[in-house]
């Protein structure tokens, strides 16, 4: 009996008559096995470095930002269409001010045809008292305010409720000046007097509309190399606005300044005193729009790994309250009315909550709240917050099961093709294995030459396939350069340096080894048929 090393020495010597036909073979299975890895490492890279994206950019967390729902006769009336239960909750509201000559609501009916035929005064002194009374008396049973959210958290799996406030210091109250503290356009001022605009995420510094975060959700936008001066106030803004003020997307460090009014009605030059000192500390890459569609492969990307923080100047609430600006400026942002708003001191406020999971944060968006852009009667409007993470997920698990029936179908391909090429090629031995019977070779020793003469094919077809695989791969990374995807996302998402196309997965090995499996199995039969077939036949037919 011989050994497997003399069987795989026999072997190679078989394969030397037969350079052509074996090259053939295995040039053939190495293509189709290599376009399948290949498949695998990229398609499995891009997954990959997606969900890294998400995880490191959102920190493990998955945020939704969301606003109480409040019913709009709440926060403001009707003029014309006031419901009969309005009309009497507001005469009894009044009876505490009969001596007052401007009422809410007239006792003679209205020339016009309402519902109740009363219209709403807006001029009454009443009607924000009323409004106050009506926020006052919703506090008392709201059920969305910061406290009920807290009750809920291990029901909702809420791991963080972080807070957010949008400043109510937009033009004239707060100007923007400029560079130089010379450099204010009264002209303009007026301008926004008569017409205050805010405009998109690319205007918010220009308009002065100014929101204070938690300092966890910017500090992959802050630049360490900056020295944050003790005269100003941090602030993070868009490249977009960048390019309008600075005329760079680079403002990093770069100073500008804005007047404070606490009189608006009289307007001149800015004294020094209400001259307020801003640094830009970073930059955020946030779009004009939120597209819910994308015509081509570029929008969709740019929507995947999109920043969305729904404002486009953005203050780190910690830096600001750490500064000696925070008692000098503090009443400018947080005012008195601002402090003693009933929502605030109810805890009715806009928060940003954070899952640990996916599911959880799905959970909550379809159950819990609704679109800030439908009716609804939820407790609170919501909106994804730091990246669009349920269009990743929804986008990969899609790519992942097309992935997975391409790499169950072509694997099936694959094992096939090696299979048939290897009984053909046992086929084709059928002379050598009469002559080894002849010679008086053993059926086990035989059927160890023609295994060992197969484990010799597919090491090669592994070897070949992996070499295809590793140019095919090079020749892709040159067309989609690592350094360039780096860049594309640095310029419209979360900075990010660990993207990559490549990843190899544990099924690679599974299906190489696998190969050696399906080689084995389609030599045995067609061995032990060669053996049993009749000796002098096939060395005539040959």
Not at 329 to 336: H, M, R, V
Not at 365 to 379: F, M, R, T, W
């Amino acid at each position: 009996m011989i050994s497997f090393i003399n069987a795989l020495k026999i072997s190679r010597n078989k394969i030397k008559h037969k350079k052509s036909v074996v090259y053939i073979a295995t040039i053939i299975s190495s293509i189709a096995v290599s376009i399948l890895l290949f498949f695998i490492t990229i398609s499995n890279g891009v997954l990959n470095s997606i969900k890294s994206y998400i995880s490191e950019s959102l920190d493990n967390e998955y945020y939704v930002k969301i606003t109480p729902n409040i019913p709009s006769d709440i926060l403001w009336l009707s003029r014309y269409d006031l419901s009969k239960e309005q009309v009497a909750d507001i005469k009894d509201f009044e009876k505490n001010y009969e001596n007052e000559e401007s009422i809410l609501i007239s006792d003679e009916n209205s020339t016009e045809k309402t519902k109740t035929g009363y219209i709403t005064n807006y001029e009454s002194p009443h009607f924000n008292k009323y409004i106050e009374y009506k926020k006052s008396e919703y506090a008392k049973t709201a059920k969305n305010t910061l406290s009920n959210l807290n009750s809920l958290k291990n029901k909702l799996s809420i791991s963080n409720i972080y807070n957010i406030y949008q400043s109510n210091t937009s033009s004239p109250i707060l100007h923007y000046i400029g560079e130089s503290k010379d450099s204010e356009n009264l002209l303009e001022l007026k301008e926004d007097q008569q017409n205050i605009q805010y405009g998109n995420y690319d205007t918010d510094v220009k308009k002065s509309n100014y929101t204070f975060i938690e300092d966890k959700f910017l500090k992959k936008f802050i630049k360490n190399n900056i020295e944050s001066d003790l005269d100003a106030i941090p602030v993070i803004i868009t490249s977009e606005e960048s390019r309008k003020l600075f005329n760079t997307e680079n403002p990093e460090g770069k100073i500008y300044f804005a007047c404070y009014r606490e009189n608006t009605s009289v307007i001149d030059t800015c004294s020094e005193d209400n001259i307020i000192k801003f640094q830009v500390i970073g930059i955020i890459p946030l779009q004009h729009q939120i597209s819910n569609t994308a015509s081509n492969i570029n929008e969709l990307f740019t929507d995947i790994i999109n920043v969305r923080y729904y404002s486009g100047a953005l203050i780190p609430i910690l830096k600001f309250k750490n500064s000696d600006n925070y008692n000098k400026y503090k009443n400018i942002f947080f005012n008195e009315e601002y402090k003693n708003d009933i929502f605030i001191k109810s805890g009715i406020n806009t928060n940003i909550i954070a899952f640990k999971t996916i599911d959880a944060a799905k959970s909550f968006l379809n159950n819990n709240s609704c679109n800030p852009h439908e009716d609804c009667d939820k407790e609170w409007f919501s909106e994804i917050f730091g990246l669009n993470y349920l269009l990743i997920i929804d986008l990969s698990e899609k790519i992942e099961k097309i992935t997975f029936f391409l790499i169950i179908i072509s694997t099936i391909i694959i094992f096939a093709i090696v299979f048939l090429i290897t009984m053909k090629m046992m086929l084709e031995s059928r002379k050598e294995s009469a002559i080894f019977r002849a010679i008086g070779a053993k059926k086990i020793d035989i059927l160890k030459i023609y295994i060992s003469y197969t484990i010799i094919f597919i090491t090669r077809v592994i070897v070949f396939s992996i070499l295809f695989t590793l140019f095919e791969i090079l020749l892709v990374k040159n067309q989609l350069a690592r350094d360039q995807i780096i860049d594309f996302i640095s310029k419209n998402g979360f900075p990010n340096d660990s993207f990559s196309i490549v990843s190899f997965e544990p099924i690679i090995i599974s299906i190489l080894i696998s190969l050696f499996l399906v080689g084995i199995i389609a030599t045995i039969p067609m061995s032990l048929y060669n053996i049993h077939r009749n000796i002098i036949s096939d060395i005539k037919d040959e």
